[in-house]
């Protein structure tokens, strides 16, 4: 079913569904062809060459051409110009839910319900009766469960801290979360069945794990990269005027390693890390620094000097993360996660090989 009369729409969706398939099979492509993307992202924010916010909405040229590419849109900005919200890239979407493997008459319970297009894609294909969605934000419930009223899925929507579920509709057979986070949360693990599927961003990566018996999972991560906005959570920002009393240090890592091979690894043995960088007027990177919400603080200059501040030394765990892959860029596919009552450890090729643990809270 289709929300609009006008062919155009529709003609971009047929499309937009087969360039995502690229001749793959996915039960998914037919929610992606029917589903109207417009009609959940009606306007979206573009930045220019000077990272100036412009909004495009419906009638501006190129709209519905860039609502059928495969792009991420920003859709909310806070006073500050920030990011709050975001429709994904649709292929990423695509990948997650075909992750799920789920079939008509699973359950699905899905963390951060944001514009109502995942929900969306979800009630199409499993029925909304059900699928299960929340967002903290209770002007984007708002706006999203007014969309999904005036079309034809009806999936069950509130506001709430998707953290804790849903009991009442518990227990599901697939979870999955369009946030970014730090692992997974023990209150859903706790709602599923055995057998169940939970695909999550967690660090700059997506898992996918099978809950087994005995409050039990495991799985591994996709090869995708994931950059999903975080759950909100309070925090506090970096303490560089601390840094300058500190006397620099010889750094065994490039400053620049923490913003590519080492970024998904280092998603994991610091979760929730914030990091930036400074550029030369050319644009060629001259520092990193990195900081975590307890305060702590380092930056690296690619002359080699390295300073840290609070109670984690980072720039230490950087260096110690590198020992571990000590050349080229790990890939994904190749970590792990394992979850047992009390514990969720990330791998690195095998149960047995490097690991890391992640926070339970």
């Known amino acids: 079913m289709t929300h609009t009369n006008d062919p155009a729409p529709a003609r971009l969706r047929a499309q937009f569904a087969a360039a995502l398939g ?26 220019d060459e ?49 992750a799920l493997d789920a079939k008509p008459g699973h359950r699905l319970y899905e963390l951060g319900l944001g514009t109502g297009y995942n929900a969306a894609l979800a009630a199409s294909h499993l029925g909304g009766d059900n699928v299960v ?26 506001t709430g801290d998707g953290a804790e579920g849903y009991p009442a509709r518990a227990p599901y057979d697939r979870i999955i979360a ?54 909100r959570t309070a925090s506090h920002g970096p303490d560089f005027a601390g840094l300058e009393a500190q006397a620099g240090t010889a750094a065994a890592v490039q400053a620049t390693d923490v913003l590519n091979r080492l970024k998904f690894p280092l998603s994991l043995a610091l ?6 960088s400074w550029q030369d007027e050319s644009g060629k990177v001259t520092g990193v620094g990195l900081w975590t919400e307890d305060g702590s603080t380092a930056t690296a200059h690619v002359s080699g000097k390295a300073r840290q501040i609070g109670p984690q030394r980072l720039w230490d765990k950087v260096e110690e993360l590198a020992s571990v892959f000590p050349g080229g860029t790990p890939a994904r596919e190749d970590f792990g996660l394992t979850i047992t009552p009390g514990r969720q450890r990330v791998w690195y090729r095998e149960p047995e090989g490097p690991s890391w643990s992640l926070p339970t809270e």
Not at 139 to 152: P, Y
Not at 188 to 215: C, H, N
């Open 22 to 47: 690229e001749g793959q099979q996915s039960e998914w492509l037919a929610a992606f062809a029917e589903v109207p993307r417009e009609h959940y992202v009606p306007r979206f924010y573009q930045q």
């Open 178 to 231: 369009t946030v970014g986070l730090r692992s997974l949360p023990p209150a859903l693990l706790a709602q599923t069945r055995e057998g169940s599927v939970i695909v999550a961003p967690i660090g700059f990566g997506v898992a996918k794990v099978v809950v087994g018996s005995d409050g039990e999972a495991s799985g591994r991560f996709l090869p995708v990269p994931a950059f999903f906005m975080p759950r």
């Open 50 to 98: 000077q990272g100036r916010w412009r909004e495009v909405s419906s009638g501006d040229p190129g709209y519905l051409e860039t609502v059928y590419s495969d792009t991420a849109l920003t859709t909310q900005l806070d006073e500050h110009g920030v990011p709050t919200s975001s429709s994904s890239e649709p292929r990423l979407m695509l990948t997650m839910l075909d």
């Open 271 to 276: 979760p929730g890390y914030h990091s930036c």
């Open 133 to 158: 969605s929340v967002d903290v934000d209770p002007g984007l419930v708002h706006l999203a469960r007014s969309r999904l009223a005036k079309g034809a899925y009806h999936p069950f929507t509130f």
